[in-house]
């Protein structure tokens, strides 16, 4: 019993920190309890009640699934439910139309038989990709309502009222998530998207900084058995994978983030055809630089770790090569410090200009000196060159 | 009006193509038209509509949420739904009986005020990583099912027959669900990780080899002047990218289907505890490999392009090192496609072992050549042998 107890507590702590490390999820909590509260509203209030009826509980269903995180998300999942059940209404009552004129045996078959087709095409057309990226939930709700309405049909006698009612509801249900979403502490998707951007960007600079300045500083001491410098050395080298690990892991949420944030109206400083697409390819970029730094790092740890180096190496790495790729990796990392800045204020800096320049600049006083290095180096700046011409194309 | 119809035929075309790379799409599609025409038959039959009712809606909707491409996500969602479904109308039953026994002024309030603070919390506890990755669809159920019966509480008199009829109809749409989905043409999820995991080994293997390939045998060429078969390279080249891309962006794809594949019911040689999480073990080590050959790639890439090379370095390139790298890269890649055979057979092959033994000769007498050789190619090395040690944890 003692130790459900603390299981509890460990949950309820883990669940403070999620909240505290974010308070906006807490708020998007208490925004969805408020809608839905809004929405009861129609329940209670007599001619509200009176115009809608029964099918009120469209409007919470609608407000229950199409609340999303960002307002991005919100508008596209309300848009979606919106026009496809709409459409998929107009449609169903043409079928409908159709079935109740024919006789009384084919009637089941010709209802059953078009959402038979209707659902097994719409259902591969989730499979397309464009289809995919922006109208998934739509068609969800189009096979959704059409079936409801083409087979209750069979049924439920008044079939124009109810559609038309449901559809209204659905609206009512729509608008209600939407203000609620974009009128309190909204959390825009294209913002996000910003940020993390400028945010990786300074991960990757504070990761080549700190890989390559180990790898000097360790390899300047005499002897590589140095167990107690170790461990705090590897704590930081566990950040350090870990900023690295998480710019090679930000496809996902990048692209369903840009995808998201197409859908938001203009905010802030993002006008109406903000290039989120841009975010990819420079997001592409970012994930292509920290490939190489990944390898980088490993090269670093194979050097430091195994004591099989030859010793004419590793004084040899200590001599001017080393001022110079810690001058270099130093260039590289105020270059995409410069970007991420850049980035993050939205306008071109001409302190970037100056800072690519001295990168290449020290790059070349380095490829000068050096043959022996791993070229893995060198092809890292390239990737820094070319991560800045797609920035630059962004701004 | 011709561009729109050409615009047409291709979007034909590429769904076409679709369909015919992957037919179990096309049988997806199918088999949601013959659930839904199945579901659609309560409606047309009289018993059967006599024993549900109007509440006949609520299986054709389930039907249409909860039927997924895999066996594993369309379980997922049928329990969590029902879970979900049948024990929030067990609590607003009971948050319903304290509310209609308060007085007629207070009732509003302490309906939506529960529903407040229920969805409050539900919303916000799906944020907590292991909720999202468990009970994602379940939460948004259970506010949705909560919300609906305390609030229209208000205005229906029998609640409690009411709820128990769409409890019960939602358990035949999610019977129906699953036994379509996985008596007819099952896809598995985990059958599907098991056959990306192989897949992706044999294309690191493909990559490795072809990448070292070239760069020996360009090189062995007098000049880097070579544009009529630069086209035709490139080809190559690029799918070769396209290989390590695919496995780089595997992890999203991978996450999930270990996830869904989790809530599978045992089939084939699949047995009920499959450890689904060492094939994310194994694809984390396969992407750490992947990162290694995009560099080494990258190396090669800016190797070649620049004639800016030293021509003392390029010949030192073909002599006895040469032999050696592509020995080794072909033994690594002889290595990874045993571990993919191994994988796909679900046994520990001695061809494996043997393989990876002759691999470490090839790599010791290969160390003992160079110096100057880029250190990516060991490192690469190391990592096939993590993955190899991954693979045989796995088996």
């Given at each position: 019993l003692a130790c459900r107890d603390n299981r509890v507590i460990g949950f309820g702590r883990r669940a403070w920190r999620i909240g505290a490390d974010d308070p906006r999820r807490a708020v998007h909590g208490l925004k969805v309890g408020l809608a839905l509260a809004l929405v009861s509203v129609f329940y209670y209030t007599r001619p509200l009640y009176d115009g809608v009826g029964g099918a009120a509980m469209w409007a919470v269903l609608t407000v229950v699934v199409v609340f999303e995180y960002t307002v991005g998300g919100c508008v596209y999942k309300g848009l979606n439910r919106a026009i496809a059940t709409a459409s998929a209404a107009v449609v169903a009552l043409g079928v409908h139309w159709i079935a109740s004129k024919s006789g009384d045996k084919l009637e089941p078959f010709i209802r059953s038989g078009s959402v038979f087709l209707l659902a097994a095409t719409a259902t591969f057309s989730r499979f397309i990709p464009a289809v995919k990226a922006r109208f998934d939930y739509g068609v969800t709700i189009f096979i959704l309502t059409y079936s409801l309405v083409a087979v209750s049909g069979y049924r439920v006698g008044a079939l124009v009222a109810m559609t038309q009612q449901r559809v209204s509801t659905i609206a009512i249900g729509v608008s209600i998530c939407v203000a609620t979403c974009a009128l309190i502490c909204p959390v825009w998707a294209g913002q996000e998207l910003h940020r993390a951007t400028a945010r990786n960007m300074d991960k990757l600079a504070a990761a080549v900084e700190s890989i390559v300045d180990d790898y000097f500083s360790s390899s300047s001491k005499?002897?590589?058995?140095t167990p107690p410098a170790s461990s705090s050395g590897s704590a930081a080298a566990n950040a350090i994978e870990g900023y690295i690990r998480c710019v090679l892991n930000s496809k996902a949420s990048e692209d369903a983030q840009a995808n998201l944030a197409?859908?938001?109206?203009?905010?802030g400083r993002f006008?109406?055809?903000?290039?989120?697409?841009q975010y990819r390819n420079v997001g592409a970029a970012m994930r292509h630089c920290a490939y190489c730094v990944e390898a980088l790092a490993a090269c670093v740890r194979s050097a430091t770790q195994p004591?099989?180096?030859p010793p004419g190496h590793a004084s040899r790495r200590n001599g001017h090569l080393g001022g110079a790729c810690t001058q270099v990796a130093a260039l590289c990392g105020r270059v995409l410090r410069e970007a991420s800045g850049s980035v993050a204020a939205m306008a071109t800096s001409g302190a970037l200009d100056l800072a690519v320049a001295e990168m290449g600049d020290a790059v070349r006083e380095l490829q000068d000196d050096l043959?022996?290095?791993?070229p893995s180096t060198l092809l890292m700046l390239d990737e820094a060159a070319q991560l800045f011409t797609v920035t630059s194309l962004l701004i």
């Open positions: 005499p002897s590589p058995s197409r859908w938001e109206p203009p905010h006008g109406f055809r903000h290039p989120y697409a004591p099989a180096a043959r022996a290095l791993p």
